[in-house]
């Protein structure tokens, strides 16, 4: 059964910093793209992030220096390290694996507020 599971997200102040993890099982990690998704309020979900199996990033221009994807293929997790948090960043963020099949997790939120 494949699973993605998010966690990390939270409350926090503009400037403040959250790292993002989504835990994957049922497939083969390595052999997936992977990538972080976000929705807002209102909104459609855009892409953020991806990481290719070859561990090649690409960023959406709104988060380019800012946001920081990685992959560990021995615990079979994707990371977001994200920093200098804006309150446009508030949003639903969500993991997704793609290669032969698409899945994604349940989304975790952040929220950026003081």
């Known amino acids: 059964q494949v699973q993605l599971v998010e966690s990390g997200g939270g409350l926090v102040q503009p400037g403040g910093s959250l790292r993002l993890s989504c835990a994957a099982s049922?497939?083969?990690?390595?052999?997936?793209?992977m990538g972080w998704y976000r929705q807002a309020p209102g909104k459609q979900r855009e892409v953020v992030a991806v990481?290719?199996?070859?561990?090649?990033?690409n960023y959406a221009d709104f988060v380019k220096g800012r946001f920081t994807i990685s992959r560990d293929n021995a615990k079979n997790t994707v990371y977001l390290q994200m920093n200098n948090l804006k309150p446009e960043d508030t949003a639903v963020y969500s993991c997704?694996?793609?290669?032969?099949?698409?899945?994604w997790g349940q989304g975790t939120q952040v929220t950026v507020s003081s």
């Open positions: 049922g497939f083969i990690f390595s052999t997936y793209h």
């Open positions: 997704n694996a793609a290669r032969f099949s698409y899945y």
């Open positions: 990481i290719t199996s070859g561990g090649s990033t």
